[in-house]
């Protein structure tokens, strides 16, 4: 099972909104609505910021939201703040067979 | 508070195994599976498989079969992630994350990570 594909890198100013691509194919992004997303900062355990497509785990801000549109997932954090710089991870359930694959990480810049 | 607490670093020489436990406290922990996903140094998150804390099953990534045994004592809430036949690409750190039983698939909370280096 290949990783699902994100842009290695991604970049934006405090305030600005900014999205990450998450894609996929039929077997799993686009099959299931069940594609979290991850954030991890340096030395630190990935932590959820948004499960089954768009919904947030209480606690993470109303900044972070989810969509899908086909075999893509995006994650859009707007308002972005010094804080969200980390590295991104989208991951996708893909079947009883094949179960579970990460995208390959994106990292936000926040200039 | 959930917490998931996993045994410390590890060095181990080519062909060796190693096993890594992850207990875990705060919440019920027959209601939850336990899965493992490893990282690579400066690389991405790659799932391995769980464990069912109730009835033991486990699945793991077709990459991992054979090489892999995922297991858990609930008696000490405690599982464990036993990797054999070592070779320098299992140099990783190896997380636990727990997600809840039915049809979730999200990792909710993890484990500190612990570094296994390969090395001889």
């Known amino acids: 099972q290949s990783a699902l594909t994100q842009p290695a890198s991604v970049s934006g100013s405090p305030g600005q909104s900014i999205t990450i691509s998450c894609t996929g194919t039929?077997?799993?992004?686009?099959?299931?609505?069940?594609v979290s997303w991850y954030q991890q900062h340096p030395g630190k355990a990935p932590k959820l910021m948004i499960y089954e497509v768009s919904n947030r785990p209480s606690g993470v801000p109303d900044r972070f939201s989810g969509s899908k549109s086909g075999n893509t997932a995006s994650l859009t954090i707007s308002g972005l703040q010094a804080e969200d710089e980390a590295d991104y991870y989208c991951y996708s359930y893909a079947g009883s067979y094949t179960f579970g694959v990460f995208g390959g990480g994106t990292k936000l810049t926040v200039l | 508070q959930v917490q998931l607490v996993q045994s410390g670093a590890e060095v181990r020489k080519p062909g060796a195994s190693v096993k890594v436990s992850c207990k875990a406290s705060g919440y019920t922990y027959t209601n939850y599976y336990t899965h493992w996903v490893r990282q690579a140094p400066g690389q991405g998150l790659e799932w391995m498989g769980w464990?069912?804390?109730?009835?033991?099953?486990?699945q793991y990534a077709q990459k991992f079969q054979g090489r892999v045994t995922m297991t858990t004592d609930t008696s000490i809430s405690t599982a464990y992630m036993d990797l054999s036949r070592l070779t320098s690409d299992d140099t990783a750190v190896y997380y636990c994350?727990?997600?809840?039983?039915?049809?979730?698939?999200?990792?909710?909370?993890w484990g500190q990570g612990t570094l296994v280096t390969v090395s001889s």
């Open positions: 039929s077997s799993d992004v686009g099959g299931y609505n069940y």
């Open positions: 994350a727990r997600v809840a039983g039915g049809y979730k698939y999200d990792f909710d909370s």
């Open positions: 464990v069912n804390p109730n009835s033991g099953a486990t």
